[in-house]
């Protein structure tokens, strides 16, 4: 009877594995893009821009919500998967870390959110009579520049797996 032999052929494998392993960062990191501050209240001295752009993303009793992360997100999600698409095999290649890749995706979705306040008619609904006589603006979610100016993005180790 002949004996069964195993060949085992990497055809790459193993370096795809070390590509991701030998990068900035973990494989289960992710891209995360919002407000990483550590308290420090605004000019104004009265809340963080991190709860300020809570307020206005998910609204309160008093103010309407004006959804600028959420809502640009889920608009351009289909133009962040086609640019994983495309930037995944240059990390399987070697020829970009995982880590670039994801940066490249935060910084994209960081300025996309940048552009959905600062251009167009705005996030809706407007501002009030009142709201516009106390800035001097129509311009919603735009007053000193803080909140989007302090909108950032950071590559990490994927939160809901620790």
Do not use: C
Not at 97 to 121: F, H, P, Q, W, Y
């Amino acid at each position: 009877m002949a004996k069964a032999e195993v060949i085992d052929r990497d055809l790459g494998w193993k370096r795809i594995v070390k590509a991701l392993g030998d990068t900035a960062a973990d494989p289960n990191s992710v891209a995360y893009v919002g407000y990483f501050e550590t308290g420090e209240a605004r000019i104004d001295g009265e809340i963080t821009n991190a709860e300020l752009a809570v307020i206005h993303e998910y609204g309160t009793d008093k103010i309407p919500e004006r959804s600028f992360m959420r809502s640009t997100f889920d608009r351009l999600r289909p133009n962040y998967e086609a640019l994983v698409a495309k930037l995944a095999p240059q990390v399987v290649d070697g020829k970009m870390t995982l880590a670039k890749l994801l940066d490249l995706v935060g910084l994209k979705i960081e300025n996309d959110i940048r552009r959905t306040v600062k251009t167009g008619s705005g996030v809706p609904p407007p501002n009030a009579p009142s709201t516009i006589k106390r800035k001097g603006s129509s311009r919603t979610l735009v007053n000193t520049g803080q909140l989007i100016n302090s909108l950032t993005h950071s590559v990490e180790p994927d939160r809901d797996k620790e």
